[in-house]
Nanobody
Framework: QVQLVESGGGLVQPGGSLRLSCAASGSNFRIYHMGWYRQAPGKQRELVAQ???????NYVDSVKGRFTISRDNVKNMIYLQMNSLKPGDTAVYYC?????????WGQGTQVTVSS
């Protein structure tokens, strides 16, 4: 069983930056492929960025060049550095395994980009 707790969201102006963190429990964290997902109001949850157990990353086109996913297997942490934020990035952000395990969805962290 894995528990995931997201943090770091907030209100930021367009063009600003935020760093999201995801703390994972469990001893097998390092072997999991992980992802950051987001769900905007009225929309389906979507994968934003993924990182394999070996550190290979991939991003949805809309965030390429602006977001960076990383992991620390010693601390059992996943991070999402978000730069040049746009109003369209407003959503609740979640971390989960990739592909996601339904039972592991946490509360997420709200990111609001607005002037």
């Amino acid at each position: 069983q894995v528990q995931l707790v997201e943090s770091g969201g907030g209100l930021v102006q367009p063009g600003g930056s935020l760093r999201l963190s995801c703390a994972a429990s469990g001893s097998n964290f390092r072997i999991y492929h992980m992802g950051w997902y987001r769900q905007a109001p009225g929309k389906q949850r979507e994968l934003v960025a993924q990182i394999t157990s070996g550190g290979i990353t991939n991003y949805v086109d809309s965030v390429k060049g602006r977001f960076t996913i990383s992991r620390d297997n010693v601390k059992n942490m996943i991070y999402l550095q978000m730069n040049s934020l746009k109003p369209g990035d407003t959503a609740v952000y979640y971390c989960n395994k990739w592909p996601p395990t339904p039972a592991y969805w946490g509360q997420g962290t709200q990111v609001t980009v607005s002037s």
